[in-house]
């Protein structure tokens, strides 16, 4: 019976667990995201984990163990509930797969409002509310920088993602 299995992996090392259980001949799925982080004054795309420091993993329980698992190097346990493992529903798997991107496999961190960068967006929320702006880019798992007309210039303002949307969106 094929069960997915979620897996603990120490700090930063989900890509060399997924390496080394692939190697073993374990079905592994590691969701990704791409983020913008601050290098050296600039900013650049990095991809990094969905779920930082956890991957899935598919196991056939009649022909192999898990025994091996917990002592692949990059792997720090198999996750457990009381005495059992945890096991994920298949539909969890299907519907992460189906939200990742066809071409790259990877996560969107912008909001379902389709909001890309440059689009002009109104504050809807929050010490801005009101204000119209242009958005930039997404910042966090929930935060998102607009630029407003504050004060006769153009300043780069951090948001809760849940306070902007596209304007005319609020009609």
């Known amino acids: 019976m094929l ?13 060399v667990a997924e390496t080394n259980l692939e190697r073993q001949g374990y079905e592994v799925y590691y969701p990704q995201v791409s983020r913008s982080v601050r290098r ?22 009649g022909a ?13 346990c198999v996750v457990r509930f009381g005495f059992g493992y945890a096991v994920v529903p298949d539909r969890l798997i ?14 969107r961190l912008y909001p379902s409002l389709g909001l890309v960068p440059g689009m002009p967006v109104h504050v809807s929320m929050g010490p801005f509310e009101g ?13 998102v920088i607009v630029l407003l007309k504050l004060l006769g210039q153009m300043a780069k303002v951090q948001v ?3 306070s902007v949307m596209p304007s005319g969106a609020f009609a």
Not at 40 to 61: G, K, M, S, T
Not at 94 to 107: C, Y
Not at 131 to 143: M, P, Q, T
């Open 3 to 15: 069960r997915w299995y979620l897996i603990h992996t120490k700090p930063a090392a989900e890509l």
């Open 40 to 61: 050296r004054q600039r900013w650049i795309d990095q991809i990094v984990a969905l779920f930082p420091r956890y991957l899935f993993l598919r196991l056939d329980e």
């Open 64 to 76: 192999q163990s898990l025994a091996p698992v917990r002592s692949t190097t990059g792997v720090a």
């Open 94 to 107: 299907s519907d992460l797969r189906a939200r990742a991107d066809a071409d790259t496999g990877l996560h």
């Open 131 to 143: 204000l119209e702006g242009v958005f930039e880019r997404v910042v966090g798992a929930d935060r």
């Open 160 to 162: 809760s993602m849940d």
